[in-house]
């Protein structure tokens, strides 16, 4: 079993790398840049933005400076709070998202494991129809509410 799991997480090592390769060029590709929602910079001040944070190199370069950072633990200055790095931000977050998150995978388990092995056991019956569309249910209106908590913190 040790073995197993050993072998899984080496296994999550490609994936990761291959959805951090395909993030960064599809960012990349996009339209824009961090600093064009800010009111219009004279080109001098977009080019020294641009140096300070190394958007002015090469973009394997960038790449390359991105993959030693993420090895590294640093995720690089964040663009919406000025003084602060990702790793900062990510840090002061952890206190109240781990236990939030603890309690999330429990209550999952403790109500997830029973009522899926029910809508196992009476397979295609009403019961499971009945759990089905209760799930959905939960899903669709924990997603407004979500939508809604970020609609009412961007005003």
């Not at 950072?69 to 640093?74: A, I």
């Not at 603890?102 to 403790?110: W, Y």
Request: aromatic share 10%; net charge negative.
């Amino acid at each position: 079993m040790p073995s197993y799991l050993f072998r899984r997480l080496l296994g999550t090592i490609p994936t990761l790398f291959v959805i951090v390769t395909i993030t960064f060029f599809l960012i990349r590709l996009a339209p824009g840049g961090p600093f064009d929602l800010e009111q219009t910079l004279p080109p001098e001040i977009r080019a020294n933005l641009d140096a300070a944070y190394g958007l002015d190199r090469p973009v394997l370069e960038q790449y390359g400076r991105y993959l030693r950072g993420l090895v590294q633990g640093d995720f690089g200055p964040s663009f919406k709070y000025r003084d602060f790095t990702v790793t900062d931000l990510i840090v002061q977050g952890l206190p109240v998202s781990l236990p939030l998150g603890a309690c999330a995978v429990i209550l999952a388990l403790l109500i997830g494991l029973p009522v899926g092995a029910l809508a196992a056991l009476r397979h295609g019956a009403w019961v499971d129809h009945s759990l089905m569309v209760l799930a959905l249910l939960g899903i669709a209106l924990f997603e407004e509410l979500v939508l809604e908590a970020d609609h009412s913190r961007n005003r």
